[in-house]
């Protein structure tokens, strides 16, 4: 099978993609800069073609998708920088790729979402996110459609960044509800779903959780990154009003000074407070994934860094 894939060079796009290969598929990327040293490097180690185009551009997908016999549609952002909004890339970048899809006659479409994705939503992301299924659920196209938790895994942004500050800070910062728990999920197995979607009837129509076997609260994520790391530190919660405070500077200084998408927003912190949690059976039962626990998996990745 040949399966035309967005955001290859992304975080999660790279794991797919190695699946992709082992797995015996080929893979054709969409890609911005195809000279740029990391689209070569997958390019060459992957055996993948390449075509030059932005899901902004709905004229650069012109023929981008001809030939091929799936898509797996990954772009999605979780910081808006300039015309890179939630909207633009969300909304409006997926409508671009189904149509696309449809012209080159392709059926099959399995679309990364997110968990906590509905249509009450409170988060721009989230209200952007189900903008984007609905236009996959009108499209008229196969689709799969997946909705990961926080995922994790070598060189993600979520461990990584409390596993670097605990290097050289006494203090991890805990924000968000002490009441909201989440389920994070390791990367190899949100890339096993989607390839395993592409050949499984049963999941077209339908929308899958991807999430872990644990709902944890921030505070025992934290409790759990350290233990692995075997370190102490004090978890010191945030007042929510100083985080908000924290965000709406960080959103005005880094565009601004740095030319760069905020850590923190205050689009953040409401998803902080929900939470993320949701039902991992179907797609575990489906797809057949066996998933680890949290401070399993993190051993995992720290083990495969060594």
């Not at 797995?23 to 055996?47: D, F, I, M």
Request: proline share 6%; with cysteine.
């Amino acid at each position: 099978m040949k399966v035309f894939l967005t955001g290859a060079t992304g975080f999660v796009g790279k794991e797919i993609l190695r699946q992709l290969h082992e797995s015996g598929h080929a893979a054709r990327l969409l890609v911005r800069n195809r000279e740029s040293r990391r689209v070569q490097e997958l390019v060459s180690r992957y055996k993948s073609e390449e075509h030059v185009g932005d899901i902004l551009d709905a004229d650069s997908l012109e023929g981008a998708i001809e030939g091929v016999d799936a898509v797996i549609h990954l772009v999605g952002i979780i910081s808006e920088l300039g015309h890179n909004t939630f909207e633009r890339v969300h909304a409006r970048g997926t409508r671009h790729v189904t149509e696309a899809t449809r012209r080159a006659g392709v059926k099959r479409f399995v679309h990364m979402s997110a968990l906590g994705t509905r249509s009450d939503a409170v988060s721009r992301y989230h209200q952007t996110k189900w903008a984007a299924e609905e236009t996959v659920r009108r499209s008229g196209l196969e689709y799969t459609i997946f909705r990961p938790s926080v995922i994790y895994g070598p060189g993600d942004r979520f461990v990584n960044l409390f596993e670097r500050l605990s290097w050289f800070s006494p203090v991890l910062p805990v924000m968000g509800s002490d009441q909201a728990k989440f389920q994070p999920v390791s990367v190899e197995v949100v890339a096993t779903a989607f390839i395993k979607a592409l050949s499984e009837p049963k999941s077209i129509g339908q929308a899958y959780d991807l999430c872990g076997p644990e709902p944890l609260t921030f505070a025992a994520l934290l409790a759990d990154i350290l233990a692995v790391q075997r370190r102490r530190r004090l978890k010191l919660r945030v007042p929510p009003a100083l985080a908000r405070g924290q965000a709406a500077f960080l959103e005005l200084i880094y565009p601004l000074l740095f030319r760069k998408p905020p850590p923190l927003t205050r689009d953040q912190l409401i998803m902080l407070d929900e939470g993320s949690v949701g039902n991992p059976k179907p797609a575990e039962e489906l797809f057949g994934l066996k998933q680890p626990t949290f401070r399993e998996g993190v051993q995992a990745s720290v083990a495969g860094k060594g």
